[in-house]
């Protein structure tokens, strides 16, 4: 009977050591899987645009093009490890239109699997404020995630799906990023 209690713990521990997984939000929040609504519609692209030419060959006259700059930049700028299943995450948001973006909150889901239908493992959300013409805003925040969650992950062969929606005034954008972790 001694024996039993040891090989249940040997074995919570070797099932978390085998447990990698790294999140990636940009927003504090927290990880309670409440059921808040959250915002996922794209908005169409801005009104600005850049324009490209498309040179011709023989003497042809160029065509100009426009292709849509999107309202926002996000970028992951680094990812380190806070435990097995805990990642410490920085991320920038940028806002690459000619006017401001007022009410800026962000929403962040980690979902386990490809795709948004697997289980939500962590979710959280930022009022960021007004972001003028160019600006950026920069955080870090921490993305820990329980044991089952893990688990989810794991027996989605390691892939999480990453969807960051930004809701302004104006508009709402949504990135959709898979990475297996795992």
Same mark, same amino acid.
């Given at each position: 009977?001694?024996?039993?209690?040891?090989?249940?713990?040997?074995?919570?521990?070797?099932?978390? %050591?085998?447990?990698?997984?790294?999140? =990636?939000? +940009?927003?504090? *929040?927290?990880?309670?899987?409440? /059921?808040? !609504?959250?915002? @996922?519609?794209?908005? %169409?692209?801005?009104?600005?645009?850049? =324009?490209? +030419?498309?040179? *011709?060959?023989?003497?042809?006259? /160029?065509? !100009?093009?426009? @292709?849509?700059?999107?309202?926002?930049?996000?970028?992951?700028?680094?990812?380190?490890?806070? *435990?097995?299943?805990?990642?410490?995450?920085?991320?920038?948001? @940028?806002?690459?239109?000619?006017?401001?973006?007022?009410?800026?909150?962000?929403?962040?889901?980690?979902?386990?699997?490809?795709?948004?239908?697997?289980?939500?493992?962590?979710?959280?959300?930022?009022?960021?404020?007004?972001?003028?013409?160019?600006?950026?805003?920069?955080?870090?925040?921490?993305?820990?995630?329980?044991?089952?969650?893990?688990?989810?992950?794991?027996?989605?062969?390691?892939?999480?799906?990453?969807?960051?929606?930004?809701?302004?005034?104006?508009?709402?954008?949504?990135?959709?990023?898979?990475?297996?972790?795992?």
């Amino acid at each position: 009977m001694r024996g039993k209690p040891i090989i249940v713990i040997a074995l919570v521990i070797a099932l978390g %050591a085998g447990l990698v997984v790294t999140g =990636t939000d +940009v927003l504090p *929040g927290n990880d309670d899987g409440a /059921a808040d !609504p959250f915002p @996922t519609e794209t908005a %169409a692209p801005s009104a600005q645009e850049t =324009t490209q +030419v498309a040179s *011709g060959s023989g003497g042809e006259t /160029a065509t !100009p093009t426009a @292709t849509p700059t999107p309202p926002f930049g996000f970028t992951i700028e680094n990812i380190e490890e806070c *435990g097995q299943t805990c990642r410490d995450v920085t991320s920038t948001l @940028t806002n690459q239109q000619d006017t401001t973006a007022e009410d800026v909150v962000v929403y962040t889901r980690i979902f386990a699997g490809q795709g948004t239908d697997g289980d939500v493992v962590w979710r959280g959300d930022a009022g960021v404020g007004t972001l003028g013409p160019g600006q950026s805003y920069t955080t870090t925040r921490r993305v820990e995630l329980g044991f089952q969650d893990a688990l989810a992950v794991q027996n989605a062969d390691g892939w999480i799906t990453v969807q960051t929606t930004v809701e302004t005034a104006d508009q709402t954008v949504t990135f959709t990023d898979e990475r297996q972790v795992a």
